[in-house]
């Protein structure tokens, strides 16, 4: 499955493009299955419902383990970076691995996991999460991994949506120098939680918790009691495999169903023809497992490919801005992959980091979940690949799964701020506001997909009408990306950012509209309105309009407030970076915000406002500018 040349990509685009069905059951035939498929694909767009590999049985854990461990068990699967750069890292081998997770699921069926119900797993960058999660697959229990800086509403939230029957944590976790209580925010969390059964608490940072007779129970005691040996339960290719919450444009975070077939073949096979993996390269992707990058690309997919992982607790300046150069020279990386956000930092600190490191194995380096700059491009690819690492710039999201665009490396010219080509099997199309196709070359428009892939979204979660609305409404027949495109004189892919409101602050997709409902509940604010605006490091911050019952007679302790309220609500990361308070917002005759206004001014570029002779109360506008500072 592995394409070589730039010919071999042609080949294989055309044949996914004309016989879809052969082509993915070619691929679909080099991982392990229990019981083959009796039908590659069925689908509809218009009424959306998608079957891949139907009638074929599997556990994915076979194919990333067992197939593994049985004729190279002693390779590294997972190489441990610990946060503090002291401490050893830690080795798991595949068969290291394989009994790892087959003890731990041996503890979740002892405390009453079968087969389809859900367990949310809240833990930091440690071993046992990796192994939390496949241990799960391997009983065909459906994870819902919540990213550790999430508050404990945001978890209640999730383990309510999906009645998570067990939680999966552990008593600390560190960042930096920073110290997180887990399981606090875990039992915070679970006052209103009434599905939850039982608690798994790993130990970490061995802090004092508090542990409940009959529901809390130890990682480390537990798997003391059970064997090491777990039979993979048998899956059907579209059981669920995971849920994994995301922002969108309205109401509260979307649970994207991710199925067990063809989530596991498109994970791989983009993951070994994108970075072009060779057997024995080491790979280090920086996302964190409670993001889709991390599921996709540093446990599924490489683990899958039988490679090498390296899995990094920590932090890019911990304990100083050289740490992931740092581990790049301990560990001998050659393909690393990383967010455009930790570039730009990492670029602001100079030299004196990087210098003295060194970065010669590197082959192949990547980048996601933003657009990247065309400096940060040049700075990645003189400072750290020297020159001679291709750098793939990898389009997708939660909702595909896995790769969309993206250069093959050393395959695919690439262009700085570029995605680049669509992957085997990706059909891109460009549609106006009308819904009608814009063909040709060196156009702009709205990103959409007009045939399935075997990783694309399910359904959502418990409600599969918000599925068909979010993404197959908007344009008739077609997945809708919720980005702009433009694709260039030769058929290039360029994404321009988000169309509807979504900010995606340092990679993270955070929803106007959630920011906004945590920030309506603080005591004293009326009404608010959140935009995004450039920034720097993140890519985009966050800009929030405030309205208060009254002026605030001390703002700036108000704002402090604020932010503390959107901290309880959502977690740390939606933090406004910009607070204004104002006595109105621009709203039309129909009571819409006209955030194109507030857009600009967060911008700080008020010379184009447009026509605002629509506003209920054009004299508002006045205000915010000055209000701004402008
Ligand atoms: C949104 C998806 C994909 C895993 C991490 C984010 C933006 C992602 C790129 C890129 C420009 C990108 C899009 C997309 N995005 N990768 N290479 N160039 N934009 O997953 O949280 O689901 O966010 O991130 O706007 O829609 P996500």
Known sequence: MRIKTKEE????????????????????????????????????????????????????????????????????????????????????TYSVLLDRVSRFANVLKKNGIVKGDRVCIYM??????????????????????????FSARAIADRINDSA????????GAVRGNKHIPMKETVDDALVSCTSVEKVIVATRTRTPVSMIKGRDVWWEEEVKHVSGDCPAEEMDAEDPLFILYTSGSTGKPKGVVHTCGGYMVYATYTFQNVFQYDPGDVYFCTADIGWITGHSYIVYGPLAAGAISVMFEGVPTYPDAGRFWDIIDKHKVNIFYTAPTAIRSLMGFGPEYYKDKDLSSLKVLGSVGEPINEEAWHWYNDEIGKGKCPIVDTWWQTETGGIMISPLANITKTIPSFATLPLPGIQPVLVDDQGNEITGNGVNGNL???????????????????????????YKGMYFTGDGCQRDENGYYKITGRVDDVINVSGHRIGTAEVENALNMHTGVVESAVVGFPHDIKGQGIYAYIICEEMPSDPEMTKKDILMTVSRIIGPIAKPDQIQFVTGLPKTRSGKIMRRILRKVAEKDVSNLGDISTLLDPGVVDEIIKGAGL
Not at 30 to 38: A, D, R, T
Not at 164 to 171: E, G, P, Q, R, W
């Open 164 to 171: 998570c029957k067990v939680v999966i944590t552990t008593d």
């Open 9 to 92: 990509y042609d080949k294989a685009y055309k044949e996914s493009v004309e016989d879809p069905e052969g082509f993915w059951a070619g691929v679909a035939q080099e991982f392990v299955w229990k019981k083959p498929w009796k039908k590659v694909l069925e689908w509809d767009f218009n009424d959306y419902d998608v079957k891949w590999f139907k009638g074929g049985k599997l556990n994915i854990t076979e194919s990333c383990l067992d197939r593994h461990a049985a004729t190279k068990p002693n390779q590294p699967a997972i190489i441990w970076e610990p946060n503090d750069d002291s401490e050893e890292a830690i080795t798991l």
């Open 124 to 149: 930091p960058m440690i071993p046992e999460l990796a192994i939390a999660v496949l241990a799960c697959a391997r009983l065909g229990a459906i994870h819902s991994v919540v990213f550790g800086g």
């Open 448 to 474: 959409c997909i007009k045939f399935p892939w075997p990783s694309i979204i399910r359904t959502t979660w418990g409600d599969h009408q918000r599925c068909k609305d979010t993404y197959f409404s908007a």
